[in-house]
């Protein structure tokens, strides 16, 4: 086995190099976590770009084995923000300089659906004369509702892999054609041939996950040239299908700790793209989105749906701040990322790097 400081001079990395570096530990990790600082402070600098995160509802079709909204848990209280809540929200993130907005909700493919959505890019484009980028992260469509949607305004979307472990994929999901690995592999390559900046991601520290499952997820968003990651922890809940297997998880500590290694390594894989640093780090240590700003995420969703409504969109439990309303947010957002030796990238769009290279380099080609 090489030593860490080895495979940290290395510029492209197996499988079992991704898997030493995962189970790094004392002054490897230390090692691994002052490397991958100096990557990102060289390649996309210390801002950090806001996006507001509006969760507009948590209806959904899906059933996902591990997903505290999931059509079956009948104890989640549902709810449907209006189009004026959901654009007032946009306006505070316009006012407060946020430069982007991410709305985010539970999964349909309703027309009627379909309509709204692509109202409300079109609405939040003109309230913010253009300012406001917009990225959504609703699930899994057709290739046609993606690119209505595009043509409206919005040029990002996060759909979340889950893990690429097929096998895996399918004990965390039901087995039925709403939850097909391939069908979410092919909606990821139609975002990325409509143009669209693309993220996903994985959840860290699931049952029956493996350190080589993980290496493989790193491994999997370098070959697909991805634009931007969110990847956090895996937190059960109780509410759900996955719970009976709780006490087959790593403790919560670890999957904390492997969660800020996975971004510490991704960063030094793919120096130039956009990490957020994902609010299931700080429903485990308050400080933890600021320590995954510290080791390489660039990138962080506050939370400005409306304090009312926020309690119900438990994906996982203790989620944090779900008292406060957006305004506490930002003042308290200001002082956090100041102490994780950050600056705001207050007004601007932040876009991944990553993405802007790769459009350069094809109309060069054109
Ligand atoms: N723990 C952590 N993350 C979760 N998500 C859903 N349920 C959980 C959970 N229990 C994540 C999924 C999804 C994103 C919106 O939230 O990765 O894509
Ligand atoms: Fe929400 Fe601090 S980040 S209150």
């Known amino acids: 086995m090489s030593h860490i400081s080895t495979i940290l001079e290395q510029t492209s990395f197996s499988s079992a190099d991704l898997q030493q570096l995962l189970l790094c530990d004392g002054e490897e990790k230390r090692l691994l976590f002052k490397k991958s600082g100096e990557v990102k402070d060289l390649n996309v600098g210390n801002k950090v770009y806001f996006r507001g995160l509006i969760e507009f509802s948590n209806v959904c079709d899906k059933d996902c084995y591990y997903c505290g909204i999931r059509k079956s848990n009948r104890t989640a209280r549902r709810y449907n923000l209006t189009d004026t809540e959901i654009l007032d929200a946009a306006r505070f993130a316009d006012e407060n300089k946020f430069g982007s907005v991410v ?7 309703s027309p ?13 484009k003109h309230i913010s004369e253009g300012r406001l980028g917009i990225t959504l992260s609703v699930g899994e469509q057709t290739e046609t509702v993606y690119r209505r949607w595009f043509e409206a305004g919005a040029h990002r979307y996060l759909l979340r892999i889950e893990t690429t472990n097929p096998l895996l994929y399918h004990k965390i999901h039901p087995d039925d054609e709403l939850h097909d690995f391939n069908h ?15 993220g996903t991601g994985v959840m860290i520290g699931l049952p029956f996950q493996t350190t080589a499952d993980l290496a493989n997820d790193l491994l999997f968003f370098q070959q697909f040239g ?17 719970y009976e297997f709780r006490h087959e998880l790593l403790p919560i500590q670890e999957r904390f700790d492997l969660s800020l290694k996975m971004i510490a390594i991704l960063r030094i894989l793919m120096k130039d793209i956009n990490i957020a640093a994902a609010t299931a780090l700080q429903a485990i240590d308050p400080l933890g989105r600021e320590k995954g700003v510290k080791v390489g995420a660039n990138i962080i969703m506050p939370n400005i749906t409306p304090g009312f409504y926020r309690n119900d969109y438990s994906l996982y439990q203790n989620k944090p701040c779900i008292d406060e309303e957006p305004a506490q947010c930002k003042g308290c957002l200001d002082a956090r990322i100041a102490l994780a030796d950050g600056e705001i990238g207050y007004g601007e769009w932040g876009d991944s790097k990553h993405f802007m290279k790769n459009k350069e380099n094809n109309e060069l080609k054109n």
Do not use: K, W
């Not at 009627?112 to 939040?124: K, P, W």
């Open 112 to 124: 009627a659906f379909s309509d709204r959505i692509e109202r409300l890019v079109r609405q939040i």
């Open 226 to 242: 991805i634009d931007m990651v969110g990847m956090g922890p895996y937190i059960e809940h109780s509410e759900t299908p996955l």
């Open 184 to 198: 979410r592999l092919d909606c990821l390559h139609s975002l990325q041939r409509l143009g669209y900046q693309v």
């Open 103 to 109: 709305l985010q909700s539970g999964e349909n493919s």
